[in-house]
């Protein structure tokens, strides 16, 4: 038979039916606090430590937010652990990090209405109607927090499920029949490719693990010894940063390589206004190469001027259609779409974007191509950050004004 693993909202008949369940098929009930004290165990820290997490909806930051991704990376490898064991049934908040597609882990939801719940309620705790009302409200609020923060999406879908049972319109021996016979399905079966999947997430979970506790919240995923790391955020001197990452998941026993990929995010990086002007003008910068453009980045927002990556011509296209920024400083020499073909579509589309190319290669028949397609600068690398700055505020002047800049030469 398969692993088992519930998520039930409260006083929806939860512990009855675990406990039948358990009787039945001779399964070891595993649930959150179970999960976080083997967790405290192996890392040798308090309990209450992880449980007090567990229980805190709001957002932490800083240090505390720090302290979250560590206490959710334990808890997580505690959990991939388990899922290679037998005869097991995890519920709780963690069976929601239960990846979706493991064919050897029947997932079950239960779920009910809130007359049922309160009614239970009522009848266990003695507690009025508002009284009850308020605490499911609460409990509710904690799910979905915990679906929010462990990317599961919304708990109460019928489809994040194997098997959903509206508790308030069956009995608890009708849901164990349920759990019993579904988890003899063919379609819910222990084969090496889950066995697999479930080795490849505890390696992955372990490397996330030695990541949070370096202070990195990094999703990894792992495909036998090879491990690949999703950096979630626009970060500044991204090359060294992905070299220290690749240091930390190389140590991890069973990492033999380490890859990098950007998220869909990193590219959503919330900029400042160009220049603190008050037309609220982004600026975009396009580069293939990360390391010149995240510290060309970094030297701007020192000068307060906000910027927004992207790392080549196609990104810089799918960027504009959606943020049309009023300046792009643009390299010439790129693969795939190159600057100037960059330049030529910029300009017959969104006319009144000023670019600014930068060339570390270009010749003078590029400089006087790209000044003729509208480039409003052709500057050389390295450029010069107090020239580039005085040009941009120029321009910011100019776009504040209702101008445009005409086309200069370096």
Same mark, same amino acid.
């Given at each position: 038979?398969?692993?088992?693993?519930?998520?039930?909202?409260?006083?929806?008949?939860?512990?009855?039916?675990?406990?039948?369940?358990?009787?039945?098929?001779?399964?070891?009930?595993?649930?959150?606090?179970?999960?976080?004290?083997?967790?405290?165990?192996?890392?040798?820290?308090?309990?209450? @430590?992880?449980?007090?997490?567990?229980?805190?909806?709001?957002?932490?930051?800083?240090?505390?937010?720090?302290?979250?991704?560590?206490?959710?990376?334990?808890?997580?490898?505690?959990?991939?652990?388990?899922?290679?064991?037998?005869?097991?049934?995890?519920?709780?908040?963690?069976?929601? /990090?239960?990846?979706?597609?493991?064919?050897?882990?029947?997932?079950?939801? %239960?779920?009910?209405?809130?007359?049922?719940?309160?009614?239970? /309620?009522?009848?266990?705790?003695?507690?009025?109607?508002?009284?009850?009302?308020?605490?499911?409200?609460?409990?509710?609020?904690?799910?979905?927090?915990?679906?929010?923060?462990?990317?599961?999406?919304?708990?109460?879908?019928?489809?994040? @499920?194997?098997?959903?049972?509206?508790?308030?319109?069956?009995?608890?021996?009708?849901?164990?029949?349920?759990?019993?016979?579904?988890?003899?399905?063919?379609?819910?079966?222990?084969?090496?490719?889950?066995?697999?999947?479930?080795?490849?997430?505890?390696?992955?979970?372990?490397?996330? &693990?030695?990541?949070?506790?370096?202070?990195?919240?990094?999703?990894?995923?792992?495909?036998?010894?090879?491990?690949?790391?999703?950096?979630?955020?626009?970060?500044?001197?991204?090359?060294?940063?992905?070299?220290?990452?690749?240091?930390?998941?190389?140590?991890?026993?069973?990492?033999?390589?380490?890859?990098?990929?950007?998220?869909?995010?990193?590219?959503?990086?919330?900029?400042?206004?160009?220049?603190?002007?008050?037309?609220?003008?982004?600026? &975009?910068?396009?580069?293939?190469?990360?390391?010149?453009?995240?510290?060309?980045?970094?030297?701007?927002? /020192?000068?307060?001027?906000?910027?927004?990556?992207? @790392?080549?011509?196609?990104?810089?296209?799918?960027?504009?259609?959606?943020?049309?920024?009023?300046?792009?400083?643009?390299?010439?020499? /790129?693969?795939?779409?190159?600057?100037?073909?960059?330049?030529?579509?910029?300009?017959?589309?969104?006319?009144?974007?000023?670019?600014?190319?930068?060339?570390?290669?270009?010749?003078?028949?590029?400089?006087?191509?790209?000044?003729?397609?509208?480039?409003?600068? @052709?500057?050389?690398?390295?450029?010069? %950050?107090?020239?580039?700055?005085? &040009?941009?505020?120029?321009?910011?002047?100019?776009?504040?004004?209702?101008?445009?800049?005409?086309?200069?030469?370096?």
């Amino acid at each position: 038979m398969p692993l088992i693993s519930v998520n039930s909202a409260s006083f929806c008949e939860l512990e009855p039916i675990l406990e039948q369940v358990s009787t039945l098929t001779g399964y070891e009930v595993i649930g959150d606090d179970e999960l976080i004290r083997r967790a405290a165990d192996e890392n040798r820290k308090d309990i209450s @430590y992880i449980h007090k997490i567990f229980l805190n909806q709001k957002k932490p930051s800083g240090r505390l937010l720090k302290q979250r991704y560590l206490a959710l990376a334990k808890v997580k490898t505690t959990l991939a652990k388990s899922l290679l064991l037998e005869k097991i049934v995890i519920h709780g908040l963690c069976s929601m /990090m239960v990846p979706p597609d493991f064919s050897h882990i029947l997932k079950v939801g %239960i779920m009910a209405d809130e007359k049922f719940r309160a009614a239970k /309620m009522m009848e266990k705790t003695g507690l009025s109607m508002p009284e009850v009302q308020k605490l499911i409200a609460a409990d509710d609020a904690l799910l979905h927090s915990w679906a929010n923060i462990l990317n599961f999406g919304d708990p109460w879908d019928p489809s994040k @499920y194997d098997l959903f049972i509206p508790i308030h319109k069956k009995t608890v021996q009708e849901a164990v029949t349920s759990i019993i016979k579904y988890s003899g399905s063919r379609f819910v079966r222990k084969d090496e490719r889950s066995m697999e999947k479930a080795v490849n997430f505890l390696l992955a979970s372990k490397v996330e &693990l030695a990541l949070a506790s370096e202070g990195h919240e990094i999703q990894v995923r792992a495909y036998g010894s090879e491990v690949v790391l999703t950096i979630p955020k626009n970060i500044i001197l991204l090359g060294k940063f992905e070299d220290e990452l690749r240091e930390i998941a190389s140590k991890v026993p069973g990492v033999k390589k380490v890859n990098t990929e950007l998220s869909a995010e990193f590219y959503k990086r919330k900029t400042s206004d160009f220049n603190r002007g008050k037309s609220g003008a982004k600026l &975009l910068l396009v580069d293939d190469e990360r390391e010149f453009v995240h510290t060309l980045s970094e030297r701007l927002l /020192m000068r307060e001027i906000g910027s927004a990556v992207v @790392y080549d011509g196609e990104q810089a296209l799918a960027y504009i259609e959606e943020e049309n920024p009023p300046v792009i400083i643009l390299d010439l020499k /790129m693969p795939g779409i190159d600057g100037i073909e960059v330049l030529r579509r910029v300009k017959a589309s969104h006319a009144d974007i000023n670019v600014i190319i930068l060339s570390g290669h270009g010749s003078k028949e590029d400089e006087k191509k790209c000044l003729e397609l509208g480039a409003v600068a @052709y500057l050389q690398k390295p450029v010069d %950050i107090d020239n580039l700055t005085s &040009l941009l505020k120029k321009i910011n002047e100019n776009i504040q004004d209702g101008n445009r800049i005409e086309s200069s030469e370096n």
